[in-house]
Nanobody, 118 residues
């Protein structure tokens, strides 16, 4: 079983910063991708950023230049530094870890609320 524990959400004014953390534990395959997704009210969940074990990153166009994803492989922890936050960044942010070994395995955190006020 895999568990993901997120922290760092909250309320911030536009232009401010927040840092999200997510620690994964359990039976995790060594080569994996960890990432952050978000879901705004009435919208589908979307990818924000992801990073592989080999630290290759991928960002949504809407956050490029403002958000930075990083990870500590020894701790199975992923971070999301969010700067220059905008009201449209508001949503529930979910941590994800996934890998493929014949089938794809996906695990999710419980979500943390990020609210950006204008």
């Amino acid at each position: 079983q895999v568990q993901l524990v997120e922290s760092g959400g909250g309320l911030v004014q536009a232009g401010g910063s927040l840092r999200l953390s997510c620690a994964a534990s359990g039976n995790i395959f060594s080569f994996n991708t960890m990432g952050w997704y978000r879901q705004a009210p009435g919208k589908q969940r979307e990818l924000v950023a992801e990073i592989t074990t080999g630290v290759t990153t991928n960002y949504a166009d809407s956050v490029k230049g403002r958000f930075t994803i990083s990870r500590d492989n020894a701790k199975n922890t992923v971070y999301l530094q969010m700067n220059s936050l905008k009201p449209e960044d508001t949503g529930v942010y979910y941590c994800n870890v996934n890998w493929r070994r014949i089938a794809r395995y996906d695990y999710w955190g419980q979500g943390t609320q990020v609210t950006v006020s204008s």
